[in-house]
Each structure stands twice: as structure tokens, then as C-alpha cells.
Nanobody, 123 residues
Framework: QVQLVESGGGLVQAGGSLRLSCAAS????????VAWYRQAPGKQREWVAT???????NHADSLKGRFTISRDNAKNTVYLQMNSLEPEDTAVYYCATGPMNIATLELYEYDYWGQGTQVTVSS
């Protein structure tokens, strides 16, 4: 079993920044990749970024340059740094683990999910 706990969401003005955290616990040795997803009201879930256990990263093309995924192995935590936030970034952000497409790093199955953290960007 793996537990994922997101934190760091909140209300921010457009142009601001937030850093989200995804803390993993439990059987973390089985984790091959951690991904961030987001879901806005009335919209489909959207993949944001992935980081593998080997340190490879990939980000959704539309978010490259503004969002950056990273990790701190000592803290078993994956981060999502979000800069130049826009109202369209408003969503609940989730982290998840599971097997991934080795080319794009998007997860194609989901083993574990966190509870999500709300990000609201005001205009």
C-alpha cells in the first residue's frame, strides 16, 4: 500500500506562484513514477507532469515553461512548482502513481491517488 498526501494549494492572484507537494508513505519502493493531474469543474481530468524513480520528467506541452515537477528523495516528496498562474489553472490537483507510457511518461493505469488539493487563481 502507498499513501499519497497533497498539500500546498490555495488562493493566488493571476501571475503568482504556488508549490504543491505530494508526500508518499508506505511501500514507496514499489513506486516507479509519480504524476500530477488536475481536474477543473465540468472538465476532464488532465495530465500535468510525471517524474520517474530514475529522475526522468515530462510535462504537458501546454504547461511547459510554467510548471516544473521535481522530487526530494530524502523526504519522499514530489513537488509541482507552478509559476505565472492563470485563472485557467484553477482546479483540484492530484498526485498519482502507476505504470506509465515510457515515451510520454503519462500513466496508463492508476494504482494510488491522493485526496487532491484545491488551487484557485483569481483574475
Amino acid at each position: 500500500q502507498v499513501q499519497l498526501v497533497e498539500s500546498g494549494g490555495g488562493l493566488v492572484q493571476a501571475g503568482g506562484s504556488l508549490r504543491l507537494s505530494c508526500a508518499a508513505s508506505g511501500s514507496i519502493a514499489i513506486i516507479r513514477a509519480v504524476a500530477w493531474y488536475r481536474q477543473a469543474p465540468g472538465k476532464q481530468r488532465e495530465w500535468v507532469a510525471t517524474i520517474t524513480s530514475g529522475g526522468r520528467t515530462n510535462h504537458a506541452d501546454s504547461l511547459k515553461g510554467r510548471f516544473t515537477i521535481s522530487r526530494d528523495n530524502a523526504k519522499n516528496t514530489v513537488y509541482l512548482q507552478m509559476n505565472s498562474l492563470e485563472p485557467e489553472d484553477t482546479a483540484v490537483y492530484y498526485c498519482a502513481t502507476g505504470p506509465m507510457n515510457i515515451a510520454t511518461l503519462e500513466l496508463y493505469e492508476y494504482d494510488y491517488w491522493g485526496q487532491g488539493t484545491q488551487v484557485t487563481v483569481s483574475s
